[in-house]
């Protein structure tokens, strides 16, 4: 009997090639990029939730700085207390929350947009928050004056630390995901009468 080349002899069907584990080779090859694209996305979402939530906060809660009616108090975190975590209606855990205070100084040259179009106070992909809720950092006395007001909330990161840098900074040590919302004001022609009963205001900066 003549055997055709290529063709099993017993029953004439072309030979194939052994395919068992292919499927879970090719798995095991594009699962890495795969979930570390799921963890991006994850990640870019996670990131414009806070920058929403944390925006929002900020821009209801300075409107006590520009008013007067937070002029009693003489710290940042007192503020992100009474005022910001308020705000957030749950959005953010107040304790991950920072907030610097300044006087904004237009001597050096700088304009409006440049003041609130700040960077994260990063140095070597460590973050520095030495500037952010102390009262050495929290200036709204004085009416009529414009301020700098600029928070910052720290939540973690889903990449951790694979693509530091991009996604991730440093922080006590750990990879955190940093969030910055700047916004600049002019304190009102406020009266000193507005705080009868409140704590002595804050020194003029």
């Not at 090719?26 to 795969?34: G, K, M, N, Q, T």
Request: net charge neutral; with cysteine.
């Amino acid at each position: 009997m003549r055997i055709l080349s290529g063709h099993s002899p017993r029953c004439g069907r072309p030979l194939r090639p052994a395919r068992q584990g292919s499927v879970t080779l090719e798995f095991a090859i594009l699962s890495i990029p795969f979930f570390m694209w799921m963890l991006a996305i994850f990640e870019i979402s996670y990131d414009m939730f806070m920058q929403s939530a944390l925006d929002d906060a900020l821009h209801t809660a300075v409107r006590a700085i520009q008013t007067g009616n937070a002029q009693y108090l003489t710290n940042g975190q007192s503020f992100i207390t009474s005022f910001i975590c308020p705000a957030a209606n749950g959005r953010l855990i107040c304790a991950n929350v920072y907030v610097n205070v300044s006087a904004a100084n237009f001597a050096t040259g700088q304009d409006y947009y440049n003041l609130t179009s700040g960077s994260l106070p990063v140095s070597g992909n460590v973050l520095s928050l030495s500037n952010y809720s102390g009262a050495s950092s929290f200036c709204n006395a004085s009416p009529q004056q414009f301020l700098l007001v600029s928070a910052i909330y720290v939540g973690p990161t889903f990449l951790s630390g694979l693509l530091p840098g991009v996604f991730s900074v440093k922080y006590g040590g750990k990879a955190v995901h940093a969030t910055l919302a700047t916004t600049g004001i002019v304190t009102e022609p406020y009266s000193a009468s507005v705080y009868a009963g409140t704590a002595t205001p804050a020194a003029a900066c």
